[in-house]
């Protein structure tokens, strides 16, 4: 009599074939839920800096003492000791215009390649940057104003002084 091992057979495997057939793995009426999410994603304008003009300390003369010109946000040039302006040459901060999104903030780092200006042979005047950058965009723009100040030594050799500033932003 094999028959009622072949019912009790057929009985286990329908029994485990409900079992993972029915919600909750188990008999009958299981409890479920669930939840819907949005996703989103924003692309911004890619942050933008365009030079609009150079810093330049423009023309004067030395004299046997040291002084210092200085160049303000707004191009003005002020010279303390016993340097002489000479009226020619240009004088201007250096401008720089942000570009982006919006109103969002932003960092500004100002740099320049040596703490001196240097005429290439070897003869140099200190710099001192300062800038007026502002912390955020209005209407996806700002300005950046880069300024600052030259230490010239008494006797300062005549001469064409140069340096680079950099001038980075970033969101």
């Known amino acids: 009599m094999r028959i009622p091992a072949i019912v009790a057979f057929s009985s286990v495997l329908l029994a485990a074939g409900l079992s993972q057939a029915a919600p909750g793995g188990g008999g009958g009426g299981g409890n479920t839920g669930s939840a819907t999410a949005n996703v989103t994603a924003t692309v911004?304008?890619?942050i933008t800096l365009t030079k609009t003009s150079d810093l330049s300390f423009g023309d004067f003369t030395s004299d046997t003492a040291p002084c210092t010109v200085s160049?303000?946000?707004t191009s003005t040039q002020t010279i303390t000791g016993n340097c002489a302006p000479?009226?020619?040459?240009?004088v201007s901060a250096a401008a720089?215009?942000?570009g982006g999104s919006g109103n969002r903030s932003f960092t500004t780092n100002v740099s320049a390649t040596s703490p001196n200006l240097s005429d290439g042979a070897g003869h140099t005047m200190?710099?001192?940057l300062q800038s007026n950058a502002p912390t955020h965009l209005t209407?996806?723009?700002a300005t950046v104003n880069v300024y600052g100040?030259?230490?010239v030594a008494g006797n300062q050799v005549a001469g064409s002084y140069t340096d680079t500033?950099?001038?980075?932003?970033s969101y």
């Open 165 to 169: 500033v950099t001038v980075t932003v």
């Open 86 to 90: 000479l009226g020619s040459g240009s």
């Open 139 to 141: 209407n996806g723009a």
């Open 96 to 98: 720089f215009t942000v």
């Open 149 to 151: 100040s030259l230490a």
């Open 126 to 128: 200190g710099l001192t």
């Open 71 to 73: 160049i303000g946000a």
């Open 44 to 46: 911004v304008a890619p």
